[in-house]
């Protein structure tokens, strides 16, 4: 395996231009020890005020703009993207850990989730009209301000893509924060197309969190924030919003449920969903499947269904054609799941593991399935964020549903089942945002629809009409009905 590029620097984009910072990031490639995959700027506090500040004060022109023109400037802005892919994606690789082609798809999610924020554009002055004594008011929404975006590191561009374009059509301008452990991709396709944009509307500052984190969330001048992370991030972001009534949206951590009925349809395309959505990014996706309850019926065919695709397993380099898999995004996660699987080993469960050989450097797990651990065990009840999936059998439906809503999540979830209707009769008792039936995973979300969770999974929508007005204000005027 060869990397094709040398070592990869950013710098700030701000009100416009481009910021050097004395002090970097190093950013360490998590597939080989010691490798360095480049280097981004490291902001001080005072720069990113600098940010906010250029945000702040774009904001009356941009927002003056009609959203018909926001939005051709956000489209002729978005296309350099596409002849940078190549080199975004194996940067994206290079600092993430995970496979090529996933890296493409990130870039290609991001571009994608802005053009359906775009298409959006021709209702965000849509005004309602309450006729009828003894007031006829009409109302109508206007944009925030300033809005901070915190991206993570497992696919930073495609949920940039869930608000970043939502909140510019509404008429706000941004601060985008990528994560301190990846933020080469996200920092280089910001700049790209806030080069495009009015200085100041779209920004982007890379740095530690304890430099910069606090100056982003609870500026006054803040009006929004969108985090996507883990909860306890979700909870230090939501504490530091409280001093100024920051609106926030927090996509944060999950426990996903799947549960696959009797009557499920468990043939090769059902399978490979099923296996997708579990062990893309090697598990490391807030909406992966992290408890799969299989009725008893169907328990060996969906043990031996996962374990015949999850045997063709390759891990590697995610530059390396031939890897299916790539590492844990930082050994301290790896250590985690390992601790996990070492418990439930402990306790009894058996633990089958898959693939070729762990490579000698980088993060790496292989990927497991663990028969029937006991309810309590931390694989079943915390979130893994690995390659280890819990399937856990069952033999009465309502004690699957409620297995499935004992938990501090509330995410996504699943319903396998062959009768479409009865699929839907259980999703609804499923106390999750988004539910699928049938599939399972990003690649199967209607990205018409909001997306969010509950409980600690967070709080606000994304994408679809719903996610563009969490970007706005409503504004009733009324008149005494004559």
Not at 40 to 55: C, E, I, R, W
Not at 282 to 289: D, E, L, R, Y
Request: hydrophobic fraction near 45%; charge should be negative.
């Amino acid at each position: 395996m060869t990397t094709t590029l040398p070592e990869t620097t950013t710098e700030l984009f701000i009100d416009g231009t481009f910021v050097a910072t004395s002090a970097t990031l190093r950013v360490v490639d998590p597939a080989a020890e010691g490798a360095v995959a480049g280097r981004a700027a490291s902001a001080t506090s005072a720069q990113a005020a600098d940010a906010v500040a250029a945000a702040d004060r774009a904001f009356p022109a941009w927002a003056a703009l009609a959203p018909a023109e926001r939005a051709a400037r956000l489209t002729a802005a978005l296309a350099p993207l596409d002849a940078d892919r190549p080199a975004t994606a194996e940067i994206l690789t290079r600092e993430n850990g995970k496979v090529l082609a996933e890296s493409v798809i990130d870039s290609l999610v991001f571009e994608h989730r802005c053009r359906l924020a775009i298409d959006l554009s021709s209702t965000v002055d849509s005004v309602t009209e309450l006729v009828g004594p003894p007031h006829r008011t009409r109302v109508g929404y206007e944009p925030l301000g300033v809005v901070t975006i915190i991206v993570p590191f497992n696919w930073p561009l495609a949920i940039l893509g869930a608000s970043l374009a939502y909140a510019l059509v509404a008429g706000n301008t941004v601060v985008v924060k990528p994560p301190p452990t990846a933020p080469l991709a996200t920092a280089r396709t910001v700049a790209l197309v806030a080069r495009s944009l009015p200085p100041g509307v779209l920004n982007v500052v890379t740095g530690a969190d304890a430099e910069i984190g606090e100056v982003l969330v609870a500026d006054r001048r803040v009006r929004k924030v969108c985090f996507t992370g883990s909860v306890a991030g979700g909870k230090r972001v939501m504490a530091m919003a409280a001093g100024n009534l920051t609106r926030v949206t927090l996509e944060l951590g999950g426990n996903d449920p799947a549960i696959v009925l009797p009557d499920a349809d468990l043939g090769p395309s059902a399978m490979r969903s099923m296996f997708q959505g579990t062990f893309d990014t090697t598990g490391q996706v807030c909406m992966a499947v992290k408890r799969l309850y299989v009725h008893r019926s169907r328990y060996d065919e969906v043990v031996a269904g996962l374990a015949g695709l999850l045997s063709a397993t390759t891990l590697g380099h995610g530059l390396d054609e031939a890897s299916t898999m790539g590492p844990l995004h930082r050994a301290e996660q790896k250590a985690y799941v390992a601790d996990l699987l070492a418990e439930v080993r402990a306790r009894g469960a058996e633990v089958r593991e898959f693939g070729t050989d762990v490579p000698a450097q980088g993060n790496f797990l292989r990927p497991a399935l663990v028969l029937d651990p006991a309810d309590d065990t931390r694989l079943v009840t915390e979130e893994q964020f690995g390659p280890a999936l819990p399937i856990l059998p069952f033999d009465d439906e309502a004690d699957a549903v409620a297995r499935a809503n004992d938990t501090w999540a509330g995410l996504t979830s699943s319903v396998w089942s062959a009768d479409p209707d009865h699929a839907a009769a259980v999703a609804a008792r499923l106390r999750t945002g988004y539910t699928f039936t049938n599939c399972h995973g990003a690649a199967h979300l209607d990205e018409r629809a909001p997306f969010g969770g509950r409980v600690q999974s967070g709080m606000g929508r994304e994408m679809g009409t719903e996610g563009l007005r969490e970007f706005m204000e409503t504004h009733a005027i009324s008149f005494p009905a004559g």
